[in-house]
């Protein structure tokens, strides 16, 4: 069964089979809400849990968090591979593996290797105890490697309808789970089996036919190829993992406990700060890749105006956090969540240059260039890691790592691009 696509409004793609179209007005309204709804319910989960518990218990639950988006954030590397994969054959004509049950396996082997290292690190992340934290990761993992396939297949194959409401419902079920656990006044582990229930929504959607068909989705190559191509795709996504949703666990492993126990208002103002354009972002990387497929000549130009909106985004973005980011701190959290102007304003600024990584990496894997894909990511994480161990204060570790990073992984995307031009005159 080849990819099937849809029309160009962008409605159920996977019940046609005309050429894979570019995004229209209504498929991009789509997935703007669901990732309106997606960073609103991440807002919501932080909310509730650091209602619910205290601040030392919410920084246990917060390093569980980062764990689980960490691992979660590695398989976006499935969903970018997929996308890209799943349309390339569209383009091209050619039926290769077939991209659902190759994800699974690829999630369960990250699974696997997850379980055999914990003795490494389980207890430094998750604390004593943590077995049942570690089981909890696990399923989802395996879970979400299946929702990864899904959201793939749906980009790819331009059914951005359903795209969207996979998105923003597997954002739902995780806030409907955690507002019980809050009702009910769960500790700890109830909010981390809440956080983990999201992963589920993928199998709730197969009873509908049109998630049913994406199942099927086959990619551009065999699946020794498919997998080459999610090897450089995981290991981008595992850097970018690190650096989006598992800061917190770098901060944790390179802090004392007692400065740890102290830094859920800087771990908060991290996700305060980026969710507003990474999530979003997130969402529309399936449409960014797609859109660079469709214009492979143009390469980085294509996405020129997004770059120039995102500056200006961060420009002024800053300057409000500066100003009002330490009262909507203590307003969503509580007053022991303050945090200084001037690092929201830093960690504004980090969060752009975090996203124009993002949109760098999206164009080079669009263009096959795997290899530099992968590089930069990962350059960006090794500088952000060496930059975190200096030893200076916590705020001013955490700013200027995550400042400097991005910027230099970008360098590496920019330097790749720049010689495949070159290369193609």
Do not use: K
């Amino acid at each position: 069964m080849s990819p099937v696509a849809g029309d160009p409004a962008g409605g159920d793609a996977v019940a046609h089979g005309a050429p894979p179209a570019v995004i229209g007005r209504r498929g991009a309204t789509r997935v703007a809400l669901a990732s309106a709804v997606a960073a609103a319910a991440g807002y919501v989960v932080l909310v509730l849990a650091s209602r619910t518990l205290t601040p030392a218990q919410n920084a246990d639950f917060l390093a569980f968090w980062a764990l689980m988006f960490g691992l979660f954030g590695v398989l976006a590397g499935v969903q970018t591979e997929t996308t890209r994969g799943v349309r390339r054959a569209a383009q091209l004509g050619t039926t290769g593996a077939r991209a659902l049950p190759v994800s699974l396996a690829v999630g369960a082997v990250l699974a696997v290797a997850a379980a055999a290292t914990a003795p490494l690190w389980g207890t430094a992340v998750l604390g004593a105890g943590s077995a049942a934290d570690l089981a909890v990761v696990l399923a989802a993992v395996l879970l979400f490697a299946g929702h990864s396939s899904q959201a793939g297949a749906l980009s790819g194959v331009g059914a951005w309808d359903r795209f969207a409401d996979l998105v923003g419902l597997e954002a739902l079920v995780r806030v409907a789970a955690t507002a019980a656990a809050a009702a009910v006044g769960a500790a700890v582990a109830g909010f981390e089996a809440a956080a983990a229930a999201g992963a589920c929504t993928w199998l709730l959607l197969l009873v509908a036919p049109p998630y049913r068909r994406a199942l099927h989705a086959h990619v551009d190559v065999p699946w020794r190829g498919f997998v080459r191509g999610l090897a450089h795709a995981m290991a981008a996504a595992a850097a970018s993992a690190v650096l989006v949703v598992g800061f917190p666990v770098l901060l944790r492993v390179t802090s004392t406990p007692e400065e740890f126990a102290t830094a859920a208002p800087l771990i908060l103002a991290v996700s305060l700060t980026r969710a507003p354009l990474m999530i979003p972002l997130s969402a529309f990387q399936g449409v960014v890749i797609t859109h660079v497929l469709e214009h492979r000549d143009r390469g980085l130009r294509a996405l020129r105006p997004i770059v120039l909106a995102l500056a200006a985004a961060g420009v002024v973005g800053a300057g409000l956090a500066s100003v009002v980011g330490p009262w909507l701190m203590t307003l969503l959290f509580g007053p022991a969540y303050e945090v200084d102007g001037g690092v929201l304003a830093g960690l504004t600024l980090a969060a752009v240059g975090l996203a124009l990584l993002t949109l760098t990496g999206a164009v080079t894997i669009a263009l096959d260039l795997h290899r530099a894909f992968s590089t930069g990511w990962v350059v960006a994480t090794l500088v952000t890691v060496v930059l975190l161990l200096t030893p200076w204060a916590t705020e001013a570790r955490t700013v200027t790592s995550l400042l400097v990073g991005p910027l230099v992984g970008v360098v590496v995307h920019l330097v790749a691009l720049r010689r495949q031009r070159v290369a193609r005159r």
